[in-house]
């Protein structure tokens, strides 16, 4: 049973300004240490950043909790052996993903050169 869908558009020259701004402190406050590894080995890494932000924000819709009392840090975009985008969460939104019953993410991200785009769905064996 669909539980909970979410949607995110961003502008990567958004990411990218707040980057330029604010350095490695917005960096660091939002994304892990294997996301930003990632992003950083890319051709357009703020479109990669823009990317794992708009997927990181389509998660919190789904979930319907927004960021109240949770890091964004709690949420990692990584991609599979396929190079799938997958979500991990840890911390107090992995404990809210249980307790909800959450028994599957389905993730995509889509990049434009001027956004990028983010989807999610989540299901889990009845409505909690």
């Given amino acids: 049973m669909i539980i909970g869908c979410g949607i995110d558009l961003v502008e990567v020259n958004r990411i990218k300004k707040i980057a330029e701004r604010w350095g490695d402190s917005f960096i660091s406050k939002v994304f892990t240490s294997g996301e930003k590894i990632y992003c950083e080995k890319r051709n357009n890494k703020y479109q990669s950043y823009a990317g794992k932000f708009a997927a990181k924000e389509a998660f919190l819709k789904a979930l ?37 019953g959450i028994t599957k993410c389905f993730l995509t991200i889509s990049h434009a050169q001027d956004y990028a785009i983010a989807e999610v769905i989540l299901e889990a064996l009845s409505d909690k």
């Avoid at 890091?71 to 840890?90: K, L």
């Fill in 64 to 100: 319907g909790l927004g960021l109240r009392g949770v890091s964004w840090r709690e949420i990692e975009i990584e991609n599979n052996e396929f190079g799938q985008p997958i979500i991990r969460t840890n911390g107090k939104l992995k404990i809210a993903v249980l307790e909800k």
